[in-house]
Structures are given as structure tokens and as C-alpha cells.
């Protein structure tokens, strides 16, 4: 496989730090007494524990992300688990910014994967010029 733009691989990292750093500190917050967080919880009639326990798999999800043997699960596992807080948005009746965060910031994880892995790339399918054809007469 040939190398790949050196360029790429900084941009993926710089985009895999932010992510993981977003993902990281969400779900730290879901671990403080924040009196906007506790009052957003209780009008889904969540507990603090359940609150609790995403957040700690939304910082395991961010951590598998951030190594390099376990990029892909991460961002597989990122990818479920903002489709679930979009979910909750939509359920909310959120307006569209707050819908879209989660989107973004999956978009950017596998933006992420996507420059900094070869192999990923390789098994995209790219569309590619067509042939072009010529007709002998």
C-alpha cells in the first residue's frame, strides 16, 4: 500500500484529538452535579445513575476511538452511540442545531479515521472516471 500524505495523517489526528476530546469531556459532565444537567435528566425521568453509566460509555466508546488498534470499533461504537442521542433529541423535540451536533461530531470521527487510515480508504468505493470507450469502425 503506498504511503500516504503526511498531511492527511496530521489533519485525521487533529480531528480524532478533537473528537475524543468533545466525547471525553461530555461524558465527564454526565458525572457532575451540573444543576442544568440534573434538571434536563429529570424532565426525561432519567436517573443520575443511568446518566452516570452513559457517561462512562461514552468515555470508554471515545477511548477505543483514540487507539490506533481499535479506531474502527471506536468509531463504529461512537457512531451507535450518537444515533442514539440524536434519537433523544428528535424524542425531546430538540431544535435542529442540538440534532445536528451528535451528526457532526460522528461525521468528523469517521472524517477522522477515514485521512488518517489507508486501509479504510482502500475499501471505500470511490467512483471513479469512467473508461472511456472507443469503437473501432
Not at 492527511?8 to 487533529?14: A, R
Not at 444515533?83 to 440534532?99: N, S
Request: charged share 15%; hydrophobic share 50%.
Amino acid at each position: 500500500m503506498p504511503a500516504q500524505p503526511k498531511w492527511m495523517s496530521i489533519c485525521g489526528w487533529i480531528l480524532t484529538v478533537l473528537v475524543t476530546a468533545a466525547m471525553v469531556m461530555s461524558g465527564v459532565m454526565k458525572f457532575s452535579n451540573d444543576p442544568q444537567l440534573i434538571e434536563g435528566i429529570e424532565k426525561m425521568r432519567i436517573t443520575k445513575e443511568i446518566v452516570q453509566k452513559i457517561g462512562a460509555v461514552e468515555i470508554a466508546c471515545a477511548v477505543l476511538y483514540l487507539i490506533p488498534r481499535t479506531t474502527v470499533l471506536g468509531a463504529m461504537l461512537l457512531n451507535g452511540y450518537l444515533g442514539g442521542a440524536v434519537f433523544v433529541h428528535v424524542q425531546k423535540g430538540d431544535p435542529i442545531g442540538e440534532m445536528m451536533t451528535p451528526v457532526i461530531i460522528g461525521v468528523l470521527a469517521w472524517l477522522g479515521v477515514f485521512l488518517r487510515e489507508p486501509r479504510l480508504r482502500a475499501i471505500v468505493p470511490w467512483r471513479t472516471k469512467a473508461p472511456t470507450v472507443t469503437v473501432n469502425q
